[in-house]
């Protein structure tokens, strides 16, 4: 075997070239000599080359304008170079570097600057934007969801180890940021189109007040489109007060800034037809303050308010003149409070409902957002411990002097009265009847002829329940 081998030459050792190497010099490989000619065709084929005739250089006009360089000491067509070939034209568009200038190019300046946008876009390679594309699936499925912007470096994680090609680069908060920042421009003008060509759209509003944060104004606009009617978010902006003037302020700023809309306009203010609002005090009705500054821009303009809000409103106005409605309150936040307060309190009356072989029902806390779903789930929650909170209220505090036993000998003081248990009952029957009507008026799929027929049904009720 030696002898076949005797006559060959001995590889040489330096014209090994590892992996890393070959990485390396991927764009000086198609590097030729320095003898060729530069050819105008270049300039249509690929728009991003610049060609230099006094010291005959040609470069790429984005990398330079953006300052990205490649990484690996690799030839840089951001700089200059006379080593003019097609090949190396095409391996520098496929690299990463100028994918990386091209989406800052892409991404720059005015949203609604389209054409240029579309042709710097139309000059990537199918590689790398097929690449931004999934990664602008990726930002648009958190924004959707509503899942943070951190997300999106293990979802391009998961992405490279199922096979989906999303590239090296663009895995960072920032980047993601970007995206979503992009494709809610096209969202927003998407929206600005559908009204252009609507005859007409209406303006809702809803008020956002926190004790954690400002008082804000979420507007929306409802239109039709195609046959359909569509009601999408427009933005959210801060108010200063809650007074008419302030709201009014409040959404036309949004409507400028998000949709480039001046509701003093003319041809907008003809397509303003109706205008909806929650049931807050001094917002509701025709004659309102907010109505009438928006009958300033519109005349015609139809103001109407939410009918499950007026009607939670409505309520608590009537509840809050009964001495015994604030009673039961006050008795369902004290019991919440008693046994949430403390953990071994809130095993106690688990240990008493599996005694008296009762569904687990621990006290819920009344009120939250939706009062009317709030205070029924409460009052439920406490009818049906009502056996085991009593045993266990008076069995709480046995051999001890503390502040627990009298507070367990008050609660269960007020917890025997019999008007506070008939009451309480009463309640919950009232309260099921206006849910449903709430639950009804919500419905997206309801008519106006389901609501006034759940109205009607509701009010027989309320009068046979008048006779109780």
Known sequence: MWSYFKGRDSP????????????????????????????????????????????????????????????????????????????????????????RASLMEATKGSPGNRASSELTVRAMSNVTLGRVENLFRSCHALAKTGRPLGDFIWMCKLDAMKGVDVGPIFRTKKSARTFTYFIAEVERRNLREKLEKSPFFSVISDGLSASWMEKAELVYVQFAHLGKVHCQLVGVQTAEKKDPLSVKIAIEKTLERNLRLELSDQGWAEKLVGFGRDGAPGSEGENSGLALLLREIQPRVLTVY?????????????FQSVPLYTDVRDLLHRVHRFYHSSPPRE?????????????????????????????????????????AITQQLRSTGEGRSDGSRQKAEELLEILLRADIVRFAHFLVDVLHVLSILSHISQNRNSSIADVFAALKSTLEMLRMYQTR
């Open 12 to 99: 040489d050792p330096k014209s090994r070239v590892t992996e890393k190497q070959r990485k390396a010099r991927s764009l000086d490989h198609y590097l030729p000599k320095r003898n060729n000619q530069f050819l105008k065709i270049w300039l249509k084929k690929f728009p991003w080359l610049v060609y230099d005739e006094i010291p005959n250089l040609m470069f790429c006009g984005l990398c330079r304008k953006h300052g990205v360089k490649p990484s690996g000491g690799q030839a840089s067509l951001s700089q200059g170079t006379d080593s003019f070939s097609a090949e190396f034209l095409r391996a520098h568009q496929l690299s990463e570097a100028h994918a």
């Open 306 to 318: 939410c009918f499950a809000h007026h009607l939670e409103r409505s309520c608590q106005a009537v």
């Open 347 to 387: 095993r106690s009356p688990r240990a008493a409902v599996r005694g008296l072989r009762l569904r687990p029902a621990m006290p819920a806390r009344a009120g939250g957002g939706r009062w009317l779903q709030g205070l029924q789930a409460a009052l439920q929650s406490f009818l049906k411990g009502y056996p």
